[in-house]
């Protein structure tokens, strides 16, 4: 835990007592704070009390003796509205922030130089973020990941020289963190997603450009314009801005080309790296998530031989193209963290002969963007809500079947994959869609495929075929 003595002596309120709210509430109170926490669920109330917290109705409380409040990411800051605590806050001039804000007070109190590595995107900030701290940590280095993956930031060990702090942001989070000034900033890329939360996707963008205005070294995407255009801008206020491509080489920084990633250096390119045959970096979208790695790692001064061995070890993340089993020539994905088009595409990409699970409850667009790809899914299983939506798009285009829930899908897309003569059948779990309507979270969504293909006759061990899981999120925001 990393104890915060910024607000020693000082009252906060925490509103959200998730794993993150909690564990910041453990960390004010550890630095000498007065917290008074609150949540809506009683069950989070009463997990508090357990730890030994003062819970405090907010909205009854007088909201001038607190000097912050301290948000939970997944409670609104200001769409569609803001939460009436955020209105309570605001209306006494107290300050909203969040606990990555803490972390970086205390960052500068103990260790301003200590390296900080965050990473933020629409998609693949989990396996980046993962596999940075797997290349560092193979490297030699001192390594705490988490924040938006994993483990809460707070309950990290704390920032001290030469540690370094790995921390995967998403969007809700980099709002409540005004002094967001990483050692290096990662942004992969920004599509639609979570409007609802910023209200339009200008709003949304620039939110994810504050994690790279704040930065020392940004390393950026630029395979979408909205990445692209937050390179070139913070390049012309002088920022060292290294460029990721998996589209087209890039002038300064790595990119992806034929299989292999290049380093672009001094009016220089130099392959770095085949990435054939590492299965858990599957796919473009893993080469841009290696390209980071390799980026990220080189600007903290880590060797190319231990990035080398870094990539080729990586062991993938869990629910993110994670092979689950093989039963004869027949393979089992779970992609269940692809919550959105955009980041099941990648997975769409990486197969062919697919029997894809797909549903739950919807985002803005639905699955229309995927059509380039409707000719590698030999059926598509629908479930949850946004089930006749999905068979609407995907008529006369794919077989569909209705498959209602999760163990209906995979006992059908088992039996038709067997029966399928091509070279390797995959029964595909990318939802393309939050999970809510049937789960709590994708990580359920996921153990759940899991334990039914678990179900299914005898599938062997996939331990020789492909990697096992690395690291999971926590909290399941299914934030960006």
Known sequence: MIAVESFASKSVAVFG???????????????????????DTPGRRAAAQEAGLDVVDLARADWSAFDALVLAPGVPLTHPAPHWSVEKARAQGIEVIGDIELFLRERRRRAPGAPF???????????????????????????????????PILDLDPPAPGRIHVVECSSYQIDLTPGLDPSVGVLLNITPDHLDRHGTLENYAAVKERLIAGSTTAVVGIDDALSAAVADRAERAGKRVLRLGVRHPVSHGVYAEGGALHVAEDGAQTRFMDLAGIASLRGAHNAQNAAAAVAVCRALGVGDAAIRKGLASFPGLAHRMETVARAGRVLFVNDSKATNAEAAERALTSFESIYWIAGGRAKSGGIASLAPHFSRIAKA?????????????????????????????????ARDAAADPRGEPVVLLSPACASFDQFSDFEARGRAFAEAVARLAAPQDPQQDAPRPGASESDAQEAV
């Open 381 to 413: 299983y629908l479930i949850g809500e946004a089930a006749a939506d999905f068979a609407a798009t995907l008529e006369g285009h794919v077989a569909t079947e209705q498959a209602g829930t999760l163990e209906r899908a995979v006992a059908a897309a």
């Open 17 to 39: 007592l998730g794993a993150s709210g909690l564990a910041a509430a453990r960390a004010l109170v550890a630095g000498g704070a007065r917290v008074a926490a609150w949540d």
């Open 117 to 151: 590595v965050a990473i933020t995107g629409t998609n693949g900030k989990s396996t980046t973020t993962a596999l940075i701290a797997h290349c560092l940590r193979v490297a030699g280095r001192d390594v705490a990941m988490g924040g938006n993956i994993g483990v």
